[in-house]
């Protein structure tokens, strides 16, 4: 009997502890829906909903989820992110600036977190307006000494503090965070040339690839920001940039791959990131270079990011372009292959994309303008209503080929050209290789002079 007691007991009180809550206060709130995010990376889906009382007040249980970030989040822009690791979490904020107004009642893991944050904020700022004078002093004296003295003495103090966090707090899951966050000392002696030089070789000496839970957080997709920021620089060509954010790519890569959890994270977000911004030269290079530590060598197996990663190789500049076949107006099937033109201009787009609506007029004027005739547009619409799609051709009287498959992003000719965003183009050759993927109508039309299709 004393036995069945005690395991009752032990039952009672593990269920007891797996049953940790969040409780806040939303002042100004009142009685309204509130939601709970779990984070990992920039993916944040919802996990519990609650309706605040009349004073703002609600719960979320937890249960038996796992250690890391969680967004309590009442609209777009109002929400806390908290931590959350086995205790239970009270705190009050206010419904307009909640970061500033965030009052943490009790949770250990969300106090370290919130103090280290501020003397961080505070630390790098100081540091912003430090280092411009140390850059810039015309002369070492007394004054320029003071300054690359506090410049260090700032460094060292927070890195002491965050020892002794790591010291009185080992299994915290802020100190863990926080120690990603902590930046190497840089030496007031560097120059500014050196310093980014020094930070591009060590940015990621001390941080813990192997801690797959630091995933559930923001901390790396943030490293990975402010690394790709010591690269960027507005006054280099689009080329020069790519050259440069491929040597970043290769560092990150190279760093993350003592884990194939975290290189994951970081492959599939460098790739989502560069696809945005259509920087294929880095798309392509990570193609050749990098695959997903998961990916089965069964064709049926592998998993969506290497097949994207597959896809960016097939449509890369001086590749042919995979075929496409699908319906026109009428139902007729038209296959690219089948354009009898020198040059073609594979055009993927919707109606319900503005810059999409923006372009047009511009495209038809080079269309409309060529004299004689050198290049054909293909236009495929992922549009998925038929209406939307034949009203706007119709609308706008585009004379080129038109052709839609009615399937949205999730149509073949989208998957094979790796289309997420629109408008999103390519030049072709007569052979259907390809030539250049402009984005804009600036663009295009730089393309189409550079190849003298237009006057």
């Not at 039952?11 to 809550?21: D, F, I, L």
């Amino acid at each position: 009997m004393k036995h069945l007691l005690v395991i009752f007991m032990l039952a009672v009180s593990s269920w007891g502890h797996a049953q940790n809550t969040i409780d806040g206060t939303i002042l100004r709130h009142g009685k309204s829906k509130i939601y709970l995010r779990s984070i990992y990376g920039e993916k944040m889906p919802l996990i519990d909903s609650a309706i605040t009382d009349s004073a703002g007040r609600f719960r979320f249980t937890l249960g038996n989820r796992l250690p890391g970030t969680y967004r309590v989040q009442w609209t777009k822009d109002g929400f806390v992110d908290l931590i959350w690791n086995h205790e239970d979490v009270k705190f009050v904020t206010t419904v307009k600036n909640p970061d500033d107004s965030l009052q943490i009642i009790s949770s250990v893991e969300n106090q370290i977190n919130q103090a280290f944050s501020r003397l961080d904020r505070v630390n790098q700022e100081k540091l912003q307006l430090l280092t411009p004078l140390i850059d810039y002093y015309p002369v070492k004296d007394a004054f320029y000494y003071s300054v690359t003295g506090e410049m260090e003495k700032t460094q060292r103090k927070q890195a002491e503090y965050l020892d002794s966090l790591v010291r009185l707090h080992p299994g915290a899951f802020a100190v863990r965070v926080a120690r990603v966050y902590q930046n190497p000392f840089i030496s007031a002696s560097m120059s500014k040339e050196e310093r980014i030089a020094f930070l591009k070789l060590h940015y990621f000496d001390k941080i813990d690839f192997s801690d797959t839970s630091l995933l559930r957080s923001m901390v790396f997709v943030n490293k990975a920001i402010s690394y790709l920021s010591l690269y960027s620089n507005n006054r280099l060509a689009q080329k020069q940039l790519e050259t440069e954010f491929i040597r970043a790519v290769t560092t990150m890569l190279g760093a993350a791959s003592v884990n194939p959890e975290v290189f994951k994270f970081w492959l599939d977000y460098l790739v989502g990131g560069f696809d945005k911004y259509h920087f294929d030269e880095v798309l392509t290079y990570i193609a050749d270079n990098f695959q997903d530590p998961f990916a089965c060598e069964d064709q049926h197996r592998k998993t969506s990011l290497q097949k994207k990663l597959e896809t960016f190789k097939k449509i890369a500049v001086g590749k042919t372009a995979p075929e496409i076949s699908a319906p026109d107006k009428s139902g007729k099937q038209i296959q690219l292959t089948a354009v009898n033109s020198e040059y073609t201009l594979v055009v993927f787009w919707s109606s319900e994309c503005p810059h999409c609506a923006s372009m047009m007029p511009k495209l038809k004027d080079f269309y409309d303008g060529q004299k004689p005739k050198r290049f054909e547009v293909y236009s495929v619409s992922i549009d998925t209503s038929r209406t939307a799609w034949t009203t706007f051709i119709r609308d706008q009287k585009l004379p080129w080929i038109n052709v839609c498959d009615l399937k949205g992003f999730n149509g073949k000719p989208a998957d094979d050209y790796n289309i997420y965003a629109t408008p999103t183009m390519f030049l072709l050759d007569r052979q259907k290789k390809i030539l250049a993927k402009p984005n804009t109508a600036r663009e295009v039309e730089q393309t189409l002079r550079d190849f003298k299709l237009i006057p």
